[in-house]
């Protein structure tokens, strides 16, 4: 079998990239985050809440696709760099206009694809092209991995992360996914736990 000749695309190449790129920029970090770990995470959450809801909540969402669409959630990151939540939502204007610049990089990043996997990819690299249900679950599974982060930044002794730990917690609450609060009550203790006591 023959592989098609194809014209030699970067796109991987950039992607992987992604793991030079620091999150939580404005705060002094203990435990330092990029974003390919923080992808990474976020893919894994969005499965669980995702299976949770399907098996425990009547749910009928597609586990897979929403765990592969996470992974590339904040892939065009890659080009504009990880722009800390404070400033993208300091106001209306400038969540409009990162949201272009977002669209943008979308754009850029399937070009670098061969013309013949575009599409195939589309669904994955662009948010617009996600149903409701992904979008709420990917969105709430970001969180959770924020929650999460600033929690082991405040296990370490920092406190800078307090504050965010208080509203990202709130925000989940708010929201009252029942998937996510039942990942909190279930899965999300054992975060706090040392390596010895987290088998058996």
């Not at 589309?122 to 979008?135: H, I, N, T």
Request: proline share 4%.
């Amino acid at each position: 079998m023959s592989v098609r000749q194809s014209t030699a695309s970067p796109f991987f190449a950039y992607v992987s990239r992604l793991r030079w790129i620091k999150r939580w920029g404005l705060m002094r970090n203990a435990i330092e985050e990029n974003v390919a770990t923080h992808s990474w995470e976020v893919a894994t959450l969005a499965h669980a809440l995702a299976l949770i809801r399907n098996r425990h909540f009547n749910g009928q969402v597609n586990a897979d696709r929403i765990a592969a669409a996470a992974l590339y959630h904040d892939a065009t990151e890659v080009i504009t760099g990880d722009m800390p939540t404070p400033v993208k939502y300091h106001s209306k204007v400038m969540r409009e206009v990162f949201g272009d610049i977002e669209h943008k990089a979308e754009a850029e990043l399937l070009a670098l694809l061969p013309n013949d996997l575009q599409d195939a990819f589309a669904p994955y690299v662009r948010e617009s092209q996600l149903g409701e249900e992904e979008k709420e679950l990917i969105k709430a599974a970001d969180r959770l991995s924020a929650l999460l982060k600033c929690r082991a930044e405040i296990q370490t002794g920092n406190k800078e992360f307090e504050p965010a730990a208080e509203q990202t917690l709130q925000r989940l609450q708010e929201e009252a996914l029942p998937e996510v609060l039942y990942f909190l009550e279930v899965f999300a203790p054992g975060y706090e736990r040392p390596l010895d006591h987290l088998l058996g």
